[in-house]
Structure formats: C-alpha cells, structure tokens
C-alpha cells in the first residue's frame, strides 16, 4: 500500500528491514521434489530520490536484499536439504504521478495537502526492472537469484475521501530466459498478470493501517522447447501498519500471505519490519 503516495520534490528516503517467509513448495511431479518446505531470513535497504520531470512528480527507487535461506524435503522419496546465503536480485524502480500530486516542495507543498486533503484522486504509472545480481549456481534448483531479468510495468488508481484512501494497481511481469537452468537447459516463462486492491485508514499523518487482497495467474514454463503446463495461479492478502516516531524517522510492520490456486506454486506467510527516514 501507499506505493503511490505523494512526496515533495527533491528529497530523499533511506530505510532498510527484515522479514521472515516461511512456506511449502509445491513443483511439477518431473522434478522429483515433494513435501518442500523453506524459511527464509531476509534484510533489506531501500533508498528513494523524489524529482519533477515534464512538469510531473517521478521517483527511482533502489532496493537491494541479502537473505538466508533453507528448503527441506523429499528428493525422489529420500529426505533432503539445501542451504543459500547471498544477495537477493536487485531492483530498480522508476514511477511517475500522471494525474494529480504536482511537483511541489516546502510551504507550496504542505499548503497543497492541506488543501486537498478531505479528497484527491492519483494516477501513477511506473517500471520495476529486477536484475539477475542474486546467487545463482546453475546446477541448482533452488536459488536466491532468477539468473534473468524481469520486467515489471504497473499502473495504479489512488482515491482519498477523509481518512480513507482505496488504491487499485494493475502489474505485469514480462521475463527473459534462463539459458542456465539446472546447469544447461533453457527456462522460458510466459508472463505473469496480477491485480490487488488496498483500503487505507489515516489516524493521523503517518499513522496509518492498510489491509490488501491481490490476484495473480501465468508464469507457464518452457524447458528447452517443452511447455510444462504449470500455469501459476496465486491468492495474496496482507495487513500493515505504519506508525510516526518523528517528523523524519518512521516505522511500519507487515504481514502478507501468499496461497497456490494450482497444482505447482507456493504457500507462504511473511512477517516484515522496517523503518525508513527521510531528508
């Protein structure tokens, strides 16, 4: 939630968090894997510089993750486990407010917010790249990295009535190929859709609760020319909380669940604190 929140120009955000996943695994029967269960401990930093482009308010965002992961389960029938420590992919992000939230900053900028704030409208539009900097051995199948970039476009509707604000956003993932799959073989994924909603109540500024429910199906693979017919298919819901220490500093706790619609796909529940300062 609030990915589209209005900032004014020329500042920026640092923060960094941990989260932990726990979760089951559920692959294609020709992998020979059953009963994969996984905890993975992550930390991450996250830094955001706010700037006007074509009259407009934009942002990049760099978020970087190092995280420990383990997966235990059956491997043809007889138990077994793997162990993964290292950076996680990097993402780059670039957003823009297409309609609403101008490019203002000091007293023009808190006088806009004050003005707008019983009711206002906003309509973003961004691009996440990730890229395949995480730890990845080909001949694993298990890995913290994609060995791949993805592509991530996202559109998003933001309307605040009072203390209430209802955001909807709209993403696409668009992958390229893995030609190092289990040591050699050409992973090609189609791409992913998802939809996901968020109601937003402000107690005050920066004390804020949020619930959220996403949707989001595709991501069938080809392995060197052969589609697996394993279609993803995911259900995700999610709390959050984000409260104020200072007028820089503050904190927010999360809690997001992920579950398989289909056959292959994962179940899991994440837990997440982190805490962010602007300047």
Known sequence: PRRWAHLPMGVNVAGGGYSYTNGEVF?????RLEDVEFDLHAVAFKYVRTFE??????????????????WTGLL????????????????????????????????????????????ETIV??????????????????????????????RVGVVHSRGN??????????????DDDFLGGSKLETDPHYALEGHLVYTFRPGLW????????????STLD?????????????GVSLGFPINREWSV??????????????????????GISVIW
Do not use: H
């Not at 407009?56 to 420990?68: F, H, N, P, T």
């Not at 900097?133 to 993805?150: A, I, K, Q, S």
């Open 53 to 70: 482009l074509f009259e407009k308010s934009a942002r990049i965002d760099l978020l970087q993750g190092y995280a420990d992961a383990k």
């Open 124 to 153: 973003g539009a961004g691009l996440t790249v990730q890229l395949p900097t995480g730890g990845y051995e080909g001949p694993r199948l298990l890995n913290l990295g994609t060995n791949r970039y993805t592509f991530r476009p």
């Open 164 to 177: 209430w604000t209802m955001e909807l956003n709209a993403t696409a993932w668009f992958f390229t190929d």
């Open 209 to 220: 609760l949020a619930a959220g429910l996403g949707y989001g199906f595709g991501s069938e």
């Open 252 to 273: 927010n706790v999360t809690y997001i669940g992920v579950r398989a619609q289909e056959p292959v796909g994962t179940d899991s529940d994440t837990v997440a604190i």
């Open 225 to 237: 020319g052969v589609k697996l017919g394993d279609q993803r298919e995911n259900l995700a819901y």
């Open 76 to 119: 043809d029938g007889v138990p077994d486990s793997t162990r993964f420590t290292g950076l996680t992919d990097t993402n780059l992000r670039f957003a823009m407010q297409l309609f609403g939230a101008p490019p203002l900053k000091g007293k023009e900028f808190a006088d806009y917010r004050a003005a707008v704030a019983p009711c």
């Open 27 to 31: 692959f294609d029967p020709v992998l």
